[in-house]
Nanobody, 124 residues
Framework: QLVESGGGLVQAGDSLRLSCTASRRGKSTYALGWFRQAPGKEREFVASISASGGLTVYADSVKGRFTITRDDAENAVYLQMASLIPEDTAVYYC???????????????????WGPGTQVTVSS
Protein backbone atom coordinates (compact mmCIF):
# COMPACT_ATOMS: atom_id res chain seq x y z
CA GLN A 1 0.00 0.00 0.00
CA LEU A 2 1.27 3.45 -0.94
CA VAL A 3 0.33 6.64 0.88
CA GLU A 4 1.13 10.15 -0.32
CA SER A 5 1.61 13.20 1.89
CA GLY A 6 2.95 16.73 1.74
CA GLY A 7 0.36 18.40 -0.43
CA GLY A 8 -1.12 21.78 0.37
CA LEU A 9 -1.94 25.28 -0.76
CA VAL A 10 1.02 27.37 -1.91
CA GLN A 11 1.65 30.46 -3.99
CA ALA A 12 3.17 30.56 -7.44
CA GLY A 13 6.94 30.37 -7.21
CA ASP A 14 6.91 28.38 -3.98
CA SER A 15 8.35 24.93 -3.39
CA LEU A 16 6.75 21.82 -1.98
CA ARG A 17 7.96 18.32 -1.23
CA LEU A 18 5.69 15.35 -1.63
CA SER A 19 6.36 12.03 0.04
CA CYS A 20 5.07 8.57 -0.73
CA THR A 21 5.66 5.76 1.71
CA ALA A 22 5.03 2.08 1.27
CA SER A 23 3.69 -0.11 4.01
CA ARG A 24 5.77 -3.11 3.12
CA ARG A 25 8.76 -4.87 4.55
CA GLY A 26 12.05 -4.92 2.75
CA LYS A 27 13.52 -2.81 0.02
CA SER A 28 11.36 -2.14 -3.01
CA THR A 29 12.77 -3.61 -6.21
CA TYR A 30 10.37 -1.79 -8.49
CA ALA A 31 10.40 1.57 -10.19
CA LEU A 32 8.10 4.17 -8.69
CA GLY A 33 6.34 7.05 -10.33
CA TRP A 34 4.39 10.22 -9.66
CA PHE A 35 1.28 11.16 -11.63
CA ARG A 36 -1.20 13.99 -11.29
CA GLN A 37 -4.77 14.67 -12.24
CA ALA A 38 -6.34 18.09 -12.49
CA PRO A 39 -10.13 18.57 -12.44
CA GLY A 40 -11.66 17.62 -15.77
CA LYS A 41 -8.39 16.26 -17.12
CA GLU A 42 -6.88 12.84 -17.53
CA ARG A 43 -4.24 11.54 -15.19
CA GLU A 44 -0.80 12.48 -16.50
CA PHE A 45 2.71 11.30 -15.88
CA VAL A 46 4.98 13.56 -13.83
CA ALA A 47 8.16 11.69 -12.97
CA SER A 48 9.54 8.23 -12.29
CA ILE A 49 12.61 6.59 -10.84
CA SER A 50 14.00 3.11 -11.35
CA ALA A 51 14.59 0.65 -8.52
CA SER A 52 18.29 1.51 -8.41
CA GLY A 53 17.65 5.22 -8.75
CA GLY A 54 19.89 5.28 -11.80
CA LEU A 55 17.13 6.14 -14.24
CA THR A 56 14.79 9.08 -13.76
CA VAL A 57 12.22 10.29 -16.26
CA TYR A 58 10.36 13.59 -16.22
CA ALA A 59 7.46 15.07 -18.11
CA ASP A 60 8.52 18.03 -20.22
CA SER A 61 6.19 20.28 -18.22
CA VAL A 62 8.11 19.71 -14.98
CA LYS A 63 11.64 19.12 -16.25
CA GLY A 64 14.07 21.42 -14.47
CA ARG A 65 11.56 22.25 -11.73
CA PHE A 66 10.75 18.87 -10.14
CA THR A 67 13.13 16.25 -8.77
CA ILE A 68 12.24 12.67 -7.91
CA THR A 69 14.31 10.71 -5.41
CA ARG A 70 13.87 7.56 -3.39
CA ASP A 71 15.04 6.34 0.00
CA ASP A 72 14.80 2.59 0.17
CA ALA A 73 15.75 2.57 3.84
CA GLU A 74 12.54 4.50 4.45
CA ASN A 75 10.56 2.70 1.73
CA ALA A 76 9.78 6.12 0.34
CA VAL A 77 9.84 8.12 -2.85
CA TYR A 78 9.85 11.91 -2.90
CA LEU A 79 8.92 14.61 -5.36
CA GLN A 80 10.62 17.94 -4.74
CA MET A 81 8.69 20.62 -6.59
CA ALA A 82 10.10 24.09 -7.16
CA SER A 83 8.95 27.18 -9.04
CA LEU A 84 5.38 25.99 -8.82
CA ILE A 85 2.84 27.47 -11.20
CA PRO A 86 -0.97 27.37 -11.11
CA GLU A 87 -0.94 24.74 -13.85
CA ASP A 88 0.68 22.36 -11.35
CA THR A 89 -2.55 22.31 -9.36
CA ALA A 90 -3.78 18.71 -9.21
CA VAL A 91 -4.12 15.63 -7.08
CA TYR A 92 -0.74 13.93 -7.06
CA TYR A 93 -0.49 10.14 -6.95
CA CYS A 94 2.40 7.75 -6.56
CA UNK A 95 2.38 4.29 -8.04
CA UNK A 96 4.59 1.28 -8.47
CA UNK A 97 5.66 0.06 -11.91
CA UNK A 98 4.22 -3.40 -12.43
CA UNK A 99 7.24 -5.11 -14.00
CA UNK A 100 10.62 -5.87 -12.46
CA UNK A 101 12.56 -4.26 -15.33
CA UNK A 102 11.85 -0.58 -15.87
CA UNK A 103 12.49 0.85 -19.31
CA UNK A 104 11.31 4.39 -18.71
CA UNK A 105 7.64 3.78 -19.44
CA UNK A 106 5.32 6.63 -18.53
CA UNK A 107 1.85 5.24 -19.26
CA UNK A 108 -0.37 5.08 -16.21
CA UNK A 109 -1.71 1.67 -17.24
CA UNK A 110 1.75 0.18 -16.68
CA UNK A 111 1.77 1.21 -13.02
CA UNK A 112 -0.21 -0.39 -10.24
CA UNK A 113 -0.63 -0.10 -6.48
CA TRP A 114 -1.75 3.49 -6.53
CA GLY A 115 -1.94 5.66 -3.44
CA PRO A 116 -5.07 7.72 -2.62
CA GLY A 117 -3.40 10.96 -3.70
CA THR A 118 -2.56 14.30 -2.12
CA GLN A 119 -3.93 17.65 -3.25
CA VAL A 120 -1.56 20.38 -4.43
CA THR A 121 -3.04 23.80 -5.10
CA VAL A 122 -0.96 26.64 -6.47
CA SER A 123 -2.48 30.10 -6.32
CA SER A 124 -1.41 32.88 -8.66
Amino acid sequence: QLVESGGGLVQAGDSLRLSCTASRRGKSTYALGWFRQAPGKEREFVASISASGGLTVYADSVKGRFTITRDDAENAVYLQMASLIPEDTAVYYCAQYQYAYYNGATAAREFKYWGPGTQVTVSS
